[in-house]
């Protein structure tokens, strides 16, 4: 059985999706609802789904952003755009992200139902090929597997704390992401997150948001700057959006976090 998130900031929208559709006649299981990509991206980081239906015009971050971060992560999930707006833009954007499926609202039962047969059929084939190859290189592995650890630990140490450094340093930038520093470091994506989380138990994504963070409630502390000011200052376009995961993470917003710590 597959695993299926639905994100809408409309709430009612989500629940008729989850209702109308016999999920387990289309070997899926709907694992997690969210209303803005914010906490559906946090909400997939643990749930890991196979498919990802998701709106385009949400609050904090958007579809077609969280859909970019998420794939980041994890490359293998498909997604499936639902939007109201019937824009070039935005199926060119959807294209780029090798997205499975861009579908416009409303959207009846039917033509969902269909496209998850169609999805099923796919993640099946993908499934097998994927099997057959593990099977082919466990061999390969196991016989190499001595050498590897005399040297991949060395390397991987390495390669992650360049990652760090690069990430103290760059951490006030707005577009600082997995793709950028793999650029840099010359390796896919797919393995420099599976290595960054192995090495550091955290996500890109979380270990960026908590130094973020940290540095937001020193300056909260230490200086007389606007919230709005430090928002730009940790790496945040969006004042609202940088207070949203200031209070995500601490629970009370950064000027009564301030008013608190007496500044």
């Known amino acids: 059985m597959y695993n299926v998130m639905l994100v809408d900031d409309e709430e009612e929208v989500r629940i008729a999706i989850e209702k109308k559709i016999n999920w387990s006649e289309l070997d899926f299981n709907v694992v997690g609802s969210a209303g803005n990509g914010f906490d559906a991206l946090e909400m997939a980081l643990k749930s890991h789904p196979d498919v990802v239906l998701t709106d385009i015009n949400m609050p904090f971050m958007n579809g077609l952003q969280f859909s970019k971060q998420l794939k980041a992560e994890l490359p293998d999930t498909k997604f499936v755009i639902l939007s109201g707006y019937d824009e070039f833009e935005y199926a060119k954007e959807a294209i780029e992200l090798s997205v499975e499926e861009y579908i416009l609202k409303p959207v009846n039962s039917d033509e969902l139902y269909q496209l998850f047969s169609r999805l099923k059929v796919r993640l ?30 060395s390397n991987a140490y390495d390669l992650v704390e360049k990652a760090r450094d690069y990430i103290l340093e760059h951490f006030n930038e707005g577009d600082l992401s997995v793709d950028r520093i793999c650029s840099i470091l010359n390796v896919t994506p797919n393995y420099f997150s599976t290595l960054f989380r192995k090495k550091t138990g955290d996500t890109f994504i979380a270990y960026l948001t908590n130094l973020r963070m940290e540095k937001a409630k020193w300056l909260l502390e230490n200086t007389d700057e606007k919230a709005y000011m430090i928002a730009g200052m940790v790496g945040y376009d969006e004042p609202n959006y940088f207070s949203y995961v200031f209070k995500k993470a601490y629970g009370i917003s950064p000027s009564k976090y301030r008013q608190q710590r007496g500044n």
């Open 124 to 153: 099946d084939d993908e499934s097998e090929k994927r099997r057959n190859l593990e099977n082919l290189q466990r061999y390969y592995q196991e016989s190499i597997k001595f050498f590897n650890d005399q040297t991949s630990d």
